[in-house]
Every structure is written in structure tokens, then in C-alpha cells.
């Protein structure tokens, strides 16, 4: 008679038992060792670090000093969206509601305070936040980090006020019912075969206009941009490899064109083309800070935060000594170059690795140790550009200037970045995978 020893259901079992086992060991390895290495300083209160912005380096900061310190985030908007992924939703809009965080909800979760307003200036150690109730609040600090980031073209740009849109993007309804606006007028357009022109072509340009064409294949797509060619900082191999695959799926470039703002300059530009004036223009060009509440000499003239080699605010005549007191820190994409750093491109993972090592300089100021330099990230240079959701690249780069290789291109490039996309947002929900994946990477 056979035991139960040998039964496949019961293999089965033990198996899943074995995996549940060593799923629980690691989870508990790793908060182990965030707790061992965010110790409790000896101090009889904690010092207060407002964290302005809430963004991949903002949320990452805090995950960092929550334990340690009195934390409060300040945020314009209610939610956390994850950007690089926001391409798609423009194609899927029932994506979007997974690819957003509610700052309430996971800041009540890391027992830190949240503020929903705009930073209107620092003023002694205090910062004045213009609440949306059109009040002014004011928030006291030890520390603050600026994590406020910078607009990629008009597709991510927030609105300011309510006044000033009729959707207002502040409130997470307002965002989801911009895109699914915006996915009806693509379905409508892509009915009647209509011409759409996307303005800048670099990564996050080239992403969009691909995924429009899979997505709506009807659709004459047009894309434009300034410079000589696709994706001017990738290496020719690259390069090459996305404007074949442009010119396959019939995405007509056009390069070394400024575009103009006014209608009537456009039109004549589409007919020097011999190409219909476009019924959608989707501008995807420039960067621009949002740092406009900072002292005047700790901006650049383009309005990027000047930095120390410790990534602290400085007022450009005494950069090593860091202004405000030094008492204030910058991350991110609004930051200008980091004095003795190659350029970093301006994405989430150097902002994290920024994030991550601020963190490390409050503790070691609150303990009254000497601060250290930053440093050109081991991963910086890795970035991945999807063609559409079955194609792509993905670079290796030593710095911003170097160009690089291609890594891998294809398919798994998509998977690649599937794999980052959703356990990068269950991180920012503080969910157990997201946070096992990324817990020593930075």
C-alpha cells in the first residue's frame, strides 16, 4: 500500500510550505536589517525633516528617515503617479489606477504627517506651505529636503490651481478623467485615419509616439524634434535601432525642426512638409524645475538648484558650505550637476541613490559627524526605452556623455520593465514584494 510520503499531492504540499518558509525567512532577514541599519537615535526627540515633493526621491527619503525622525511630506498634488510608465495609460486607461499611490493612505501607513499644498518659501527654519484651502501654513524643521522634481513636456505638467484648467490634476478624479478625455479623443480621431504630431524626440517622445501607433494604428503619426536625429544621447547602435524601427511602423520623422507655438507658423511648417495640419499636437520638449520658492542665488539662470558635493543647497558665491544654515538638501530631477559628479540623468534611479545617501548625511548630522560627497551611482547609466509593448532598448552608460552599448533589445527589454514598473509601485505603497526586490539596491 503506498503511503502518504509518496503521494504527489502531498509532495505538492510540502513544497509550497518550503517556499512559504523561505519567503518568511527573507522578509524577516530584511527587516531585520533595516531595522539594525535606521537604528533609533539617542536623542531625547526627534528632529523634524520636511520632505517638498513627494516623487520617486521624496517618498524614497522618507522611506528612509521615518524611523529616526519626525517626518512630514508636502505635496501639491494627493497622489504619487509613477511617471515612467504613464505613456501607456494614454492607450489603457484602466492602467492608470494601478500605477498611482494615495499620499494620505501610505503616509498614515508610515506613520509620517502629510500636507497637501505648495511650497511658497523657506523662511528662517520654517517653510511656508500655501495650503488648497487658500490658507498659508507654516511647518518648523530641523531639516528639509527638496524633492519638488521638474515637468517632461506638457503631458506631465501640473496644474498649479484649479482656476487655471477645467480638469484640475491636483485630485487623482481629475487626473483619470483627464486621460480617459483624452484616450476618447485618440479612439475618435483614430476612426477617421487623422494626423497626430508628437514635438521632441527623445526617449519619452519616441515611447508615446510608438505606443500611439500600436495601440491606434489608423493613426498618422508624425514626429518632430530639434535635433539631429532620435534619442541624440543614445549611441548610433541604438539609435539606429529605433529609427528602423520608426520607419517600419510608418511614424514619419522629422528632424532638425523648431517647432513653433503659434497656429499660424505650424500651419505653414505642415504644408512646407505636404502633410495635413496635425488635430492633436502632444509636445514632449524641455525640462523645466520647480524650485521658483528657493532664494534667487541658490537657483542657476534656468532655475536648477545649485548643490555642494553633499547634496545640500548652495548659494552659488560659497558652494561648499551649503546655504540656509546648510540645513536644507536637494534630490532629484530639479537639481543642477553635482560639484566632482558627471552629469545624472535626470530619472528615478539617481534620484533614489540621491535620496538614499541625504538620508544617510541627516543621520550623520544629527549625530554630529562630518557629512560625505555623493557619487556617480554604480546603475545610474542603465536606462530601457520601450518601442511599443513588445519592443525596445536598453542601455548601459558610464555617464550622460559617453553614449554607452546596448545591453538588450526586444521583447525582454519590455519585460524588463514590466518587472520594474510594478514592483517599484508596490514599494511606493510600502508592500512587502516591492520592498523585498528593492531593499538592497539602494
Known sequence: MANGRGHPESSRKRCRCYRLLLLGLVATLATATERLAYAPLWTKEKKKVVVLGGGFAGLAVVRHLRRNFEVTLVDAKKYFEFIPGMVRPYSNPDLHRKLVVDYASVCKKMKVSWIWGAAEKLQGNEVVVQLNSSDQHRVAYDYCVVATGCDFGSLWAVSPTSGTRPIDRRYLEGRQKEIEKEYDQLTELADRGAHVAVIGAGFVGVEFATELKHYFPSLQISLASRSECCCPTMPKSARSYIQKYLDKHNITTYYQVEYPNEDAAANTLWTRFGRPCPERVFKSMGMRPHCSFLPPECLTEKGWVKMTPTLQIANGSEADLGAIDGKVFAIGSCIDQVPG??????????????????????????????????????????????????????????????????????????????????????????????????????
Open 341 to 442: 559628479v558627471d552629469p545624472l540623468p535626470k530619472n528615478s534611479f539617481p534620484a533614489e541613490e540621491m535620496a538614499a545617501h541625504v538620508a544617510r548625511n541627516i543621520r550623520r548630522s544629527a549625530r554630529g559627524k562630518k557629512m560625505k560627497p555623493f557619487y556617480w551611482p554604480l546603475l545610474a547609466g542603465v536606462s530601457a526605452t520601450s518601442l511599443g509593448p513588445k519592443d525596445g532598448v536598453l542601455l548601459l552608460q558610464r555617464n550622460i556623455s559617453s553614449g554607452g552599448m546596448v545591453a538588450l533589445r526586444g521583447r525582454a527589454v519590455v519585460w524588463v520593465k514590466e518587472i520594474i514598473r510594478w514592483t517599484k509601485v508596490d514599494e511606493c505603497k510600502l508592500g512587502i514584494l516591492g520592498r523585498l526586490f528593492w531593499h538592497f539596491v539602494h
